[in-house]
């Protein structure tokens, strides 16, 4: 009798000891929020291709917004863990009292460009060699199409068009266009004269020939831009204070693809 409760005794041991380990092994899943499918998430996705959050025991399930703002709102409404997205949304954030940390950076210079349909550009006499004091000058009237009104590209709008001595919505039209595939049909049917987002897009626009690359700051055309924090992993404070593992891995996996980057 004394043998047989010891080999129960001694099983189930065994199967916690299994299941502890089990969990210990098991990837944790983490939702974040990205604002476009773009070169700009570079960073998550070759730290995706290489593993490297699996290595972190991390499994992530990743949502396009279709452009800035819905994904930071996703965040500080709790709904994911983290977002990778643009610094001027955890500011303007802050300025609405909703505080939030960007733990990580993963790109620190405005990666988006700017198209312009043929036609509006036959009309303005713009070509893309002109100086970019010259072009900016011929948006009064057009109609200049960005993903979401609170995203990067709405706010990078109304910067050059100020800049160039206008008003938004009064001398310029910003308008809403999407991200991706609708991007691009609202370029192409004129529904707008020239638009921004992260590349590939506008370079698609261009290669289907019906546009040209009116501003590339990919290249850095717009010298009064030197740096800027276009991709950062971000995370409520909350979630750093009592789940700092998780951020840790995280950032740990984000460190790991720009080791390899630059190796």
Known sequence: MKKIMGMILSAVIFLGWFSVSARAQAPRKVKMTIPVVAHSMTPVYVAQSKGFFAEEKLELDITST????????????????????????????????????????GLNKVFINWAMHKEAAKAKGITESMPLADKIK??????????????????????????????????????????????????????????????????????????????????????????????????????????????????HAGKSMGAQEHA
């Open 66 to 105: 279709g452009g800035g703002g819905p994904d930071i709102r996703a965040l500080i409404a709790g709904d994911v863990e983290f977002t990778f997205t643009t610094g001027d949304n955890v500011i303007l954030a802050h300025q609405e009292g909703k505080r939030l940390l960007m733990v990580m950076s």
């Open 138 to 251: 011929t948006l009064k009237g057009l109609n200049v199409g960005v993903t979401n009104p609170g995203a990067l590209t709405a706010h990078l709008a109304a910067f050059v068009i100020r800049k160039a001595g206008y008003n938004p919505q009064q001398d310029v039209q910003v308008v809403p266009i999407g991200a991706g595939p609708t991007w691009l049909a609202a370029l192409e049917n004129r529904k707008v004269d020239v638009a921004l987002t992260a590349p590939p897009v506008p370079e698609t626009a261009i290669s289907r020939g019906f546009a040209i690359m009116f501003i590339n700051n990919a290249k850095g055309e717009d010298p009064s831009i030197p740096e800027f924090l276009m991709e950062n992993l971000v995370a409520r404070p909350e979630t750093v204070a009592k789940d700092g593992d998780i951020v840790r891995r995280m950032v």
